[in-house]
Structure formats: structure tokens, C-alpha cells
């Protein structure tokens, strides 16, 4: 981007067409982050367990690309979420390398033990692929010039 976030909300809010700009702009962003999340599933599947089944488990969370932009900031989010039995997992710590699970069999308060596993199933993807970065950043200057054409 050739601009800063700031400058570029700034000009946005002076732009008249500012609606059609932020909704293309909006299907640009969501269209450039698209390709990473199979990329995310396939390494939860690659470096996850694959006894019991976790790494199928893990792949087959819901992902999801939210952008948002405030007069002060602006930002693609990807997100991810799993339900479990009981409550949402821990897919952040599982990123982190971290993994509880009950002894098989027994779900009781007790049986819950911590398990290393390998870490970076989600990050991992997301920092090695640069074309998502590029193509977001391409969204974000089209869109700069058709403010700027007027």
C-alpha cells in the first residue's frame, strides 16, 4: 500500500462514492483471502495428529474473513471457530502448541490431561504465503485510485 491506513480512511471520508468504494472494496479483500484458508486447513491436516483424528477435527473448523475499518483503523481478520460438547475450543492455544484432552473413555473433572503438539497449524500459513499480503494490498490501491480519479 502506498499510503498509510490513515491517510487512505481519510481520503475515503471525502470521497462522495464512499459506499460502492468500501463494498467493492470489502468483495477485493474477501476475494484476496479466500485462498489461504484451504491452505489453513490442509497444515492443520499435515502437522496435526492424525490418530483420533484431530487434524481432520481441527481442518474442518469453520474460517472465516472479517473486514473492518473504523475512521482509525483497518484491518482483514481471519477467524476460526469450532464447537465442542460442551463450549467453543481452544483453537488458539492449539496454534500455540497445546492440546487437553480427556483419557479415553473418561470425561470426568480429573481425567483431563496436556498434550504438546506441534504448533502453527494456523499461523504458520498465514505468515509463509505473502500472495494473500500482495493481492490485499492491490485491492487497497485500486480502490486508492478511483478515490483519487475522482
Same mark, same amino acid.
Given at each position: 500500500?502506498?499510503?498509510?491506513?490513515? +491517510?487512505?480512511?481519510?481520503?475515503?471520508r471525502?470521497?462522495?462514492?464512499?459506499? +460502492?468504494?468500501?463494498?467493492?472494496?470489502?468483495?477485493?479483500?474477501?476475494?484476496?483471502?479466500?485462498?489461504?484458508?484451504? !491452505?489453513?486447513?490442509?497444515?492443520?491436516?499435515?502437522?496435526?495428529? #492424525?490418530?483420533?483424528?484431530?487434524?481432520?477435527?481441527?481442518a #474442518?473448523? !469453520?474460517?472465516g474473513?472479517?473486514i473492518?475499518?473504523? #475512521?482509525?483503523?483497518?484491518?482483514?481478520?481471519?477467524?476460526?471457530?469450532? !464447537?465442542?460438547?460442551?463450549?467453543? #475450543?481452544?483453537?488458539?492455544?492449539?496454534?500455540?502448541?497445546?492440546?487437553?484432552?480427556?483419557?479415553?473413555?473418561?470425561r470426568h473433572?480429573?481425567?483431563?490431561?496436556? +498434550?504438546k503438539v506441534?504448533?502453527?497449524?494456523?499461523?504458520?500459513?498465514?505468515s509463509?504465503?505473502? +500472495?494473500?499480503?500482495? =493481492?490485499?494490498?492491490?485491492?487497497?490501491? =485500486?480502490?486508492?485510485?478511483?478515490?483519487?480519479?475522482?
Amino acid at each position: 500500500m502506498a499510503v498509510s491506513a490513515e +491517510q487512505f480512511a481519510a481520503e475515503l471520508r471525502a470521497f462522495d462514492g464512499r459506499r +460502492q468504494i468500501v463494498k467493492a472494496l470489502r468483495r477485493g479483500l474477501t476475494r484476496a483471502v479466500r485462498p489461504v484458508i484451504p !491452505k489453513v486447513r490442509a497444515h492443520a491436516i499435515d502437522i496435526l495428529p #492424525s490418530s483420533g483424528g484431530l487434524g481432520r477435527w481441527v481442518a #474442518s473448523a !469453520k474460517i472465516g474473513a472479517r473486514i473492518g475499518y473504523t #475512521s482509525r483503523t483497518a484491518g482483514v481478520r481471519l477467524r476460526g471457530g469450532r !464447537k465442542s460438547l460442551r463450549d467453543a #475450543s481452544d483453537l488458539r492455544r492449539l496454534d500455540a502448541g497445546s492440546l487437553r484432552h480427556p483419557t479415553f473413555g473418561r470425561r470426568h473433572g480429573n481425567a483431563w490431561h496436556p +498434550q504438546k503438539v506441534t504448533p502453527g497449524w494456523w499461523t504458520d500459513p498465514l505468515s509463509q504465503d505473502q +500472495q494473500w499480503v500482495a =493481492a490485499a494490498d492491490a485491492e487497497v490501491d =485500486a480502490a486508492l485510485d478511483i478515490i483519487r480519479r475522482g
